[in-house]
């Protein structure tokens, strides 16, 4: 069975300042999607960014960037000139092609005026 | 607007009642999956359903129940042989198959059940 691990429960950040949310997993396929999900306060769930596992180029979406190390099974999420907002539950998930989800724990995100 | 509609937003469970959790999508989506999520932690996986007239158990299915008799509902009971059933609970829906953008998963708001 797949695993997702989120190492860090809590994270903070100051404003304007770069952070970086770990993540790893556990698999033996080559073909599947990692995802970053933000939950805010209002608890709808946000897709931030995707990764396919077959391209090498790391994503990004603005702001966010990830980190995607398949050897080391290791997808972790930069947020820079991180803002008020970005505060959130962040969670990391593994998805095979046409499978089912896995999420990690979570990790919540402050950030500090 | 497309998307996932759950509803109510709120419920309470009475000691060995039956509930049902609505969840409606128009986004023609083919899977759909529904989650639990308890304070502090993340989704677990309760049942999906990849197909009208087909689903499977999830990590956590004991004490639930599903249909998926159209394409579009995909409601969720959760029976008296749940003991702990207060927790906030998730419905999402992708389209697996057709297209890498169509892999993430769209969710509703959530349904937060309580225990009276």
């Known amino acids: 069975a797949q695993t997702v691990t989120q190492s860090q429960p809590e994270m903070s950040v100051q404003e304007a300042e770069t952070v970086t949310l770990s993540c790893t997993y556990d698999?033996?396929?080559?073909?599947?999607?990692l995802f970053w999900y933000k939950q805010p306060p209002s608890r709808q769930m946000i897709l931030v960014i995707r990764?396919?596992?077959?391209?090498?180029q790391n994503a990004t979406e603005n702001r966010f960037s990830v980190n995607f190390q398949k050897a080391a099974k290791s997808f972790s999420l930069k947020i820079s000139d991180s803002q008020l907002g970005d505060a959130a539950m962040y969670f990391c998930?593994?998805?095979?092609?046409?499978?089912?989800?896995?999420f990690g724990d979570g990790t919540t995100l402050t950030v500090k005026p | 607007d497309g998307g996932i509609t759950q509803s109510p937003k709120y419920l309470f469970r009475k000691e060995g009642q039956n509930v049902t959790l609505s969840c409606e999508q128009n986004?023609?989506?083919?899977?759909m999956y529904w989650y639990r999520q308890d304070p502090g932690q993340g989704l677990r996986l309760i049942y999906y359903?990849?197909?009208?007239?087909?689903?499977q158990k999830g990590d956590i299915a004991e004490g639930y129940s599903v249909s998926r008799e159209k394409k579009e509902s995909f409601p969720l009971t959760v029976t008296s042989a749940q003991k702990n059933p207060t927790a906030f609970y998730l419905c999402?829906?992708?389209?697996?198959?057709?297209?890498?953008?169509?892999?993430?998963?769209?969710f509703g708001s959530g349904t937060q059940l309580s225990v009276l």
């Open positions: 986004l023609n989506h083919d899977a």
């Open positions: 999402a829906s992708s389209s697996p198959g057709q297209g890498a953008k169509n892999e993430k998963l769209f």
């Open positions: 990764q396919e596992a077959y391209k090498q």
């Open positions: 698999t033996s396929e080559s073909d599947y999607y």
């Open positions: 998930a593994y998805r095979l092609r046409a499978g089912k989800s896995t």
């Open positions: 359903s990849q197909i009208v007239n087909d689903f």
